[in-house]
């Protein structure tokens, strides 16, 4: 496995050593050692997820308050663009985000840690995504970033508008968005209004 931070080094693209003849591939899609060790802390998980969603759909950008997850996302069904936006008032990344093309085949994964919105977009016909989470869905802490926030400027590979629920539609602008103080407080139970 290779873990590679990218522009916000808090955020890591993590590759998986792939065995592959004519018969077909393996690959360890999980391992909590290694994983640890590429974080540089112990990390639990407690739920798995999995979506299934149509070209077009964007979900996201959503984060929780209070219980924020970290969440390590990848696809086994088609591709996405993903992308985790840093809501951590005291970061020196606050406000700037970092995408990646995740995909079946090239059989990456992202790492976001807690204190981030995440959202991705279908850029196949369909794509199914799975991902872990450091805590349990709340949805009374449940809250969204809209998809094109002026200020986040966030660059989705799509031409007109995406598929999107209501309740993202109805999302937040990033100016007004719930925000987390910094990393400790994305890490534990406190936050504050922008």
């Not at 909590?32 to 964007?58: E, I, T």
């Not at 996302?73 to 951590?88: C, E, K, L």
């Not at 007004?176 to 407080?185: G, I, K, S, V």
Request: proline share 5%; glycine share 8%; hydrophobic share 40%.
């Amino acid at each position: 496995m290779k873990a590679t931070p990218l522009e916000i080094a808090d955020v890591l693209l993590v590759e998986p050593t792939v065995y592959g003849d004519d018969r077909g591939f393996f690959f360890e899609s999980f391992n909590q050692a290694r994983f640890n060790a590429a974080v540089g802390r112990d990390v639990s998980f407690v739920q798995d997820n999995h979506s299934k969603s149509a070209k077009g759909v964007l979900r996201g950008l959503h984060y929780q308050i209070r219980r924020p997850q970290g969440k390590l996302v990848r696809v086994v069904d088609g591709t996405v663009f993903d992308v985790a936006v840093d809501m951590r008032k005291g970061s020196p990344t606050f406000g700037k985000w970092v995408g990646e093309t995740l995909s079946a085949d090239n059989k990456r994964q992202l790492w976001i840690p807690p204190g981030f919105a995440h959202g991705f977009l279908v850029l196949s016909d369909c794509a199914q995504f799975l991902y872990k989470t450091t805590d349990f869905y709340s949805p009374e802490n449940e809250r969204a970033v809209i998809w094109n926030d002026r200020d986040l400027n966030i660059a989705w590979p799509i031409k007109g508008a995406p598929l999107l629920s209501e309740k993202d539609a109805m999302a937040s602008t990033f100016e007004h968005a719930e925000l987390f103080l910094d990393q400790a407080d994305a890490e534990g139970d406190a936050s504050i209004k922008s």
